[in-house]
């Protein structure tokens, strides 16, 4: 019998163990996270998932009086329990999982005092568990293989997001000393989609950029490809460090961005994606902070033949209008429309416009998103002499 086989059989027979403790009216609670995993592991973690969430809210709902009751405390014990041993026994196959840190770290904690008979005293200063509730909670160790000097060698990589086509992970090069990230489109997509895929990859190999994405080696046989790693994406560092930026660096971001769509734009490349998590902060020894634009999945070029009519309408930051014109009609206003949003987003922390630093900056972001298409910025030139003309107003 093939080991894959055997590995399908046990993870058939865990299942049942856990329908038949928990029922299966949950599987598909949180099946939608894990598309790219198999079907043998995928109805597995849905459940877990599922049943690990539940537990935790049940005991956030018991801090107050420290007691967990000895119903809940079994479960949770089996299921940290379950996680460990199917977790060993699936190491070294396509099946290797692992759990994310921060709920690894809490069911660590949960075994310190959970009791199978009379509840579980709750310890003091134990903390309200954040319910992770749109988002795997499980991800596969996979490996990437890198063609080096006739021969491949193999990384184990690590999950860092995922999006509408495809993930992202990371690894560490020790050849080099360097982290990098590759990018693995699902193995659910259509031909057209794995087409726009390596197009992806084919135009940002053409950019040269500070402020682009690096992208260095294409799979074919696996629709992935190795790119330059950054920190974390714009939306994360904004968010985290709002109530600490100062003006000056704001300022500096916004103008490494508009230098980055003035070249891109150059290029006769329309990003059409352009939004919060698609732009990256890579850091540098010394405090340096620079801008990368990534996610050129939905790229627009002179030459393209993959816009088709009834594209579907994308990108958080878009003008609505393009649903009722037609994704395929998406031009230069509309990236500058794009552009404006995230601008606001920088300077203020917030994606709603509803706040201004000064009435200058207000004629500048309203020029930016007017309704009347005609009244835009016609280029990421143009928003970049406007956006300095009125910097002596926000700074």
């Known amino acids: 019998m093939l080991v894959k086989d055997r590995n399908s059989i046990y993870l058939k027979n865990k299942m049942k163990d856990m329908i038949e403790r928990f029922g299966e009216e949950n599987i598909n609670r949180y099946i939608d996270f894990y598309d790219d995993i198999p079907n043998n592991l995928k109805n597995f973690f849905s459940l877990i998932h599922f049943e690990i969430n539940r537990l935790f809210k049940y005991l956030n709902g018991r801090l107050s009086n420290g007691h967990y009751n000895a119903h809940e405390s079994r479960d949770l014990m089996y299921l940290s329990e379950e996680v460990k041993t199917v977790q060993s026994n699936l190491k070294n196959t396509d099946y290797n999982f692992d759990l994310i840190p921060y709920y690894k770290k809490i069911l660590n904690e949960c075994d310190t005092f959970l009791?199978?008979?009379?509840?579980?005293?709750?310890?003091?200063?134990?903390?309200?568990?954040?319910?992770?509730?749109?988002?795997?909670?499980?991800?596969?160790?996979?490996?990437?293989?890198?063609?080096?000097?006739?021969?491949?060698?193999?990384?184990?990589?690590?999950?860092?997001?995922?999006?509408?086509?495809?993930?992202?992970?990371?690894?560490?090069?020790?050849?080099?000393?360097?982290?990098?990230?590759?990018?693995?489109?699902?193995?659910?997509?259509?031909?057209?989609?794995?087409?726009?895929?390596?197009?992806?990859?084919?135009?940002?190999?053409?950019?040269?950029?500070?402020?682009?994405?690096?992208?260095?080696?294409?799979?074919?046989?696996?629709?992935?490809?190795?790119?330059?790693?950054?920190?974390?994406?714009?939306?994360?560092?904004?968010?985290?460090?709002?109530?600490?930026?100062?003006?000056?660096?704001?300022?500096?971001?916004?103008?490494?961005?508009?230098?980055?769509?003035?070249?891109?734009?150059?290029?006769?490349?329309?990003?059409?994606?352009?939004?919060?998590?698609?732009?990256?902060?890579?850091?540098?020894?010394?405090?340096?902070?620079?801008?990368?634009?990534?996610?050129f999945g939905l790229v627009k070029t002179k030459d393209s033949t993959l816009t088709s009519i009834n594209t579907e309408f994308k990108g958080s930051l878009n003008d609505p209008k393009l649903e009722i014109i037609g994704f395929s009609n998406y031009e230069i206003r509309h990236e500058t429309y794009a552009i404006t949003r995230l601008i606001y987003f920088v300077m203020t922390g917030k994606i709603k416009i509803d706040s201004f630093k000064s009435e200058e900056f207000k004629e500048f972001i309203m020029k930016g998103i007017s309704d009347n298409i005609d009244d835009r910025y016609n280029n990421a030139e143009e928003v970049l002499k406007s956006f300095q003309e009125i910097i002596k107003y926000i700074s």
């Open 115 to 295: 009791q199978s008979s009379g509840g579980s005293q709750i310890p003091q200063g134990f903390e309200k568990i954040n319910l992770i509730e749109n988002e795997p909670i499980f991800f596969l160790q996979s490996i990437v293989s890198i063609p080096r000097s006739r021969k491949k060698v193999l990384f184990p990589t690590k999950p860092i997001g995922n999006g509408s086509y495809a993930s992202v992970h990371k690894y560490k090069d020790e050849y080099y000393n360097r982290t990098f990230a590759v990018k693995k489109a699902y193995k659910n997509l259509t031909e057209k989609e794995y087409e726009r895929f390596r197009l992806e990859f084919e135009e940002m190999k053409k950019l040269n950029s500070p402020y682009v994405i690096e992208v260095f080696h294409y799979n074919e046989e696996n629709h992935q490809y190795i790119m330059e790693y950054a920190d974390e994406t714009l939306d994360q560092y904004i968010t985290a460090n709002n109530g600490n930026l100062s003006a000056i660096e704001r300022i500096g971001l916004v103008k490494q961005i508009l230098k980055a769509f003035i070249y891109i734009n150059g290029k006769g490349v329309l990003h059409r994606d352009v939004s919060t998590r698609n732009v990256l902060i890579k850091k540098y020894d010394g405090g340096l902070n620079v801008i990368k634009i990534s996610d």
